[in-house]
Structures are given as C-alpha cells and as structure tokens.
Nanobody
Framework: QVQLVESGGGLVQAGDSLRLSCAAS????????MAWFRQALGKEREFVAA????????NYPDSVKGRFTISRDNAKNMVYLQMNSLKPEDTAVYYC????????????????????WGQGTQVTVSS
C-alpha cells in the first residue's frame, strides 16, 4: 500500500521561508517522478513543482519559479519543497504526489497523471 505523508506546513509571514517534506512508502521510490500540487480554498488544484525519478530534472510554473525548489533523497524515500519569499497568494493546502508511470521522461504538470497522493499540509502566509 502506497503512502505519502506530508509535513512542514504552518503559518508564516510574507517573505518568510518554509520547507515541506513528503515521506513515501509502499513503492519503489526511485522509479517515479514526484510532484507537489496545491489547492487554495475555492480554487482548482494547481501544479507547483515536479522532479524526475533520478532527481536530475525539475519543472516549475512561472508563479513559483525562482522561489521554490523541489528536491529528493532516493535513499530516504523523501521529497522536499523549499519555499522562499513566500507570498499571501501561496496560501493553500500542499499535496505531494507520485507519478502513475515509472521513469516518465517528460514530467507531467497534470494532476490526473499522478496516481498517489498525500493528505496535504496547510501553508498560510499572512501579509
């Protein structure tokens, strides 16, 4: 049974930093691309970052590029999201997700391509 467990969310002020963590179990972690998505209240789920199975490739939308960094440790079955220069519009529940396919070459930005999801962690950025 695949489990993804996020941690590290909280309440911060604009300009602060947070590091989210996601612990994975029940899958051969190093085979799968991983991603972070977020969903603000009343809005659709939004792609935030993705990292290839090897960790050598990453992808970000313009809204977080240069502020957020995704990384992974395949030896520990962990994926991280370092968030710097946080803005109030970053407020959302953040979800960790594992790809539905092994060794995907081009990482998807679509939530439907990710088969496994964590329960989410709340990030609130006050102005």
């Amino acid at each position: 049974q695949v489990q993804l467990v996020e941690s590290g969310g909280g309440l911060v002020q604009a300009g602060d930093s947070l590091r989210l963590s996601c612990a994975a179990s029940g899958l051969t972690f190093g085979y799968y691309a991983m991603a972070w998505f977020r969903q603000a209240l009343g809005k659709e789920r939004e792609f935030v970052a993705a990292i290839s199975s090897s960790g050598t490739k990453t992808n970000y939308p313009d809204s977080v590029k240069g502020r957020f960094t995704i990384s992974r440790d395949n030896a520990k079955n962990m994926v991280y999201l370092q968030m710097n220069s946080l803005k109030p519009e970053d407020t959302a529940v953040y979800y960790c997700a594992a790809d539905s396919r092994r060794f995907r070459v081009v990482m998807s930005t679509q939530s439907g391509e990710y088969a496994y999801w964590g329960q989410g962690t709340q990030v609130t950025v006050s102005s």
